[in-house]
């Protein structure tokens, strides 16, 4: 029997110029997300990164004050790679990020000063395919962002903002979530697979934190196998999936 159609993931809408992408820390782009953003910036597509923190908590070995700057740089690297020159830093911190009204507020800001069409950002749900436990700040920025996509048009929210010469932008058309278990949507990342491959081997300090395996053998095998088995589901091209949620 025939895998039912309903399985298959439908292409990303194509009628939009500006997106943002709105994820806790460096590196949360790269592992999945990256060549996808490599195929919009080749078709002139102007994408933006905010980053909710600059991921100081994220090496054992390394005290936060260090960690935090030499992240920052390693994401910054890591963004040009893939066309994106505009990285931005909300300075929440790292690994105790909270979800509310400041969170919203802080994305909702980037949101107006961006105009996006289209926003992006990570896994929101408590687990990755209810096989792991997802972290509370994916959640907590996750979620804010979906929320802070509405708070942006509404004038009477933050009105703090506009104060701040921040007009409300109602223009947001969709928000995709990256490394979703419920995916709707793909893009083919034949093109951008070798720079995602690059973004993410610029997190170099990171990736040898993690790992004993060599940074390129570990960074190539873990973005192509994820590229091919989302391609099952997308005509058999390697693809970068997302959850689309219209509005």
């Given at each position: 029997m025939t895998e039912p159609t309903s399985t298959?993931?439908?292409?990303?809408?194509?009628?939009?110029?500006?997106?943002l992408a709105v994820v806790a820390h460096p590196d949360d782009l790269e592992y999945g997300c990256s060549a996808a953003i490599a195929a919009w910036t080749d078709e002139g597509r102007e994408?933006?990164?905010?980053?909710?923190?600059?991921?100081?908590?994220?090496?054992?070995?390394?005290?936060?004050?260090?960690?935090?700057?030499?992240?920052?740089?390693?994401?910054?690297?890591?963004?040009?790679?893939?066309?994106?020159?505009?990285?931005?830093f909300l300075d929440?911190?790292?690994?105790?990020?909270?979800?509310?009204?400041?969170?919203?507020?802080d994305i909702?800001?980037?949101?107006?000063?961006h105009r996006p069409e289209l926003v992006i950002t990570l896994n929101h749900r408590d687990t990755w395919g209810g096989a792991a436990w997802n972290t509370p700040d994916h959640v907590a920025v996750g979620r804010a962002t979906l929320d802070a996509a509405g708070d942006a048009g509404n004038r009477w929210i933050f009105p703090e903002l506009v104060e701040q010469g921040l007009e409300p932008w109602d223009g947001v058309r969709w928000v995709a979530v990256a490394g979703s278990s419920?995916?709707?949507?793909?893009v083919d990342a034949t093109l951008g697979l070798e720079r995602a491959v690059r973004s993410l081997l610029e997190h170099r300090t990171y990736i040898e934190a993690l790992t004993d395996e060599d940074p390129e053998t570990y960074?190539?095998?873990?973005?192509?196998?994820?590229?091919?088995?989302?391609?099952e589901r997308f005509g058999g091209r390697p693809a970068v999936a997302f959850e689309l949620f219209g509005r």
């Open positions: 298959q993931l439908q292409p990303m809408p194509g009628d939009w110029r500006r997106a994408i933006a990164y905010v980053l909710a923190t600059r991921g100081e908590a994220g090496i054992d070995t390394l005290e936060p004050a260090r960690c935090g700057p030499l992240r920052e740089r390693e994401q910054r690297a890591s963004a040009a790679v893939v066309g994106v020159s505009e990285v931005e929440h911190e790292d690994g105790v990020i909270e979800y509310g009204t400041a969170l919203r507020r909702a800001a980037a949101i107006r000063r419920t995916p709707t949507h793909a960074v190539r095998g873990f973005l192509t196998q994820h590229a091919e088995t989302t391609g």
